[in-house]
């Protein structure tokens, strides 16, 4: 019998897709993916440990600083403080000021009333007393209380001064001549001077007779005058206001004193 012996190895051919495959396969085993990877790993922590130390910088700077700040605010505070204090002396000081200058404001020197009254005086008119009389201070009107609220008592307003003349004139046409002359006075309030009492009465002039007129008797009979009494508040005005005034009645210290306190800024003009 016959044996058949067939060597297929001879006959194999190397496959083209088989070669394709041995290179794709080589090409997939490189390290370099292997690399980057681990290039990667290290640098994205280098790269947080890096952002985070700068920020750590940025802070320790931003703390300095507001330390900086903090010691500078706390200087600038003590300084406020010292403003504040000088603030306040300067307000008292100008209360001070003030106060002081409505003291001079508010007075209305005799001298002057006395000086002003007596160039008022008419020819027939004398003067035999001139006196100051203080008013009682008038309490005002409460006003009435609104629902729910209780009732505030009205301030009584300041107590005012007045001036009373007394004297004796020819006629009572004269005594209304000097009230109306007295009206027009800057130091009294023109709508309460007024006649208070007038009257006819003997007149109190003393007569003397010169030379030598022993053993005879002389009856001098002398014509009866007019007694009478004026009153009148002083004006509300303040003596800054009177300055010409003042002035003119040779009121030289309160008007100098005023005027300095105009200079000053301490009363307005």
């Known amino acids: 019998m016959y044996s058949l012996d067939v060597n297929f190895l001879n006959d194999r051919q190397n496959r083209p897709t088989e070669a394709g495959l041995s290179r794709v396969r080589t090409a997939r085993s490189s390290p ?51 403003i504040n204090d000088i603030n306040a002396q300067i307000s008292r000081i100008d209360e001070e000021n003030r106060a002081l200058a409505t003291v001079f404001d508010q007075i209305k020197p005799w001298s002057a009333v006395l000086q002003d009254v007596r160039g008022r005086v008419p020819s027939n008119v004398q003067i035999r007393q001139i006196e100051q009389v203080e008013v009682e201070p008038q309490a005002p009107a409460t006003p009435p209380p609104t629902e729910g609220e209780e009732p505030v008592a009205a301030e009584p307003e300041p107590a005012g001064s007045r001036v009373r003349i007394i004297g004796y004139a020819q006629s009572f046409n004269d005594v209304n001549d000097f009230v109306l002359t007295l009206q027009r006075s800057p130091f009294l309030n023109s709508g309460e001077v007024r006649l208070v009492g007038s009257r006819l009465v003997e007149n109190p002039t003393e007569v003397e007779i010169s030379g030598d007129q022993t053993g005879r008797e002389i009856d001098v009979e002398l014509p009866r005058v007019v007694e009478y009494t004026i009153e009148g508040d002083l004006t509300n005005l303040p003596a800054s206001a009177l300055l010409q005034d003042l002035e003119r009645t040779l009121s030289v210290g309160l008007a100098t004193r005023i005027q300095a306190l105009r200079d000053r800024g301490v009363i307005q003009p």
């Open 32 to 82: 370099l993916p292997l690399y980057l990877g681990l290039a990667t790993m290290i640098a994205l922590p280098a790269l947080v440990g890096g952002f985070w130390l700068f920020l750590q910088n940025q802070n320790q700077q931003l703390e300095q600083r507001q330390a900086e700040l903090d010691s500078q605010l706390t200087a600038l505070n003590a300084q406020l403080s010292v």
